[in-house]
């Protein structure tokens, strides 16, 4: 049994998003033992996902980023 790592980024989480929407992403943060998050999106998704809230909410609150980033309404960069 192995230590399982993944590099999270941008392109990754909007991947996800398309192929199964909100939970999706959260399935990209909780599938592996570490993420590395390698930019400002992924560490925003990042800090939803650590929050003491249920699945639900967090999946409320990436699917409300998610759709202000594709709408570019929120700075990727």
Request: avoid cysteine; proline fraction near 0%; hydrophobic fraction near 40%.
């Amino acid at each position: 049994m192995g230590f399982n790592k993944t590099w999270i980024d941008t392109e990754k989480i909007i991947s996800a998003w398309k192929e199964d929407g909100a939970q999706g992403v959260v399935d990209l943060y909780i599938k592996y033992d570490a993420v590395i998050m390698e930019d400002k999106t992924s560490i925003r998704i990042g800090t939803i996902m650590q929050k003491e809230k249920s699945t639900e909410y967090k999946k409320k609150l990436i699917k409300t980023y998610m759709q202000m980033m594709l709408e570019g309404e929120v700075n990727i960069k």
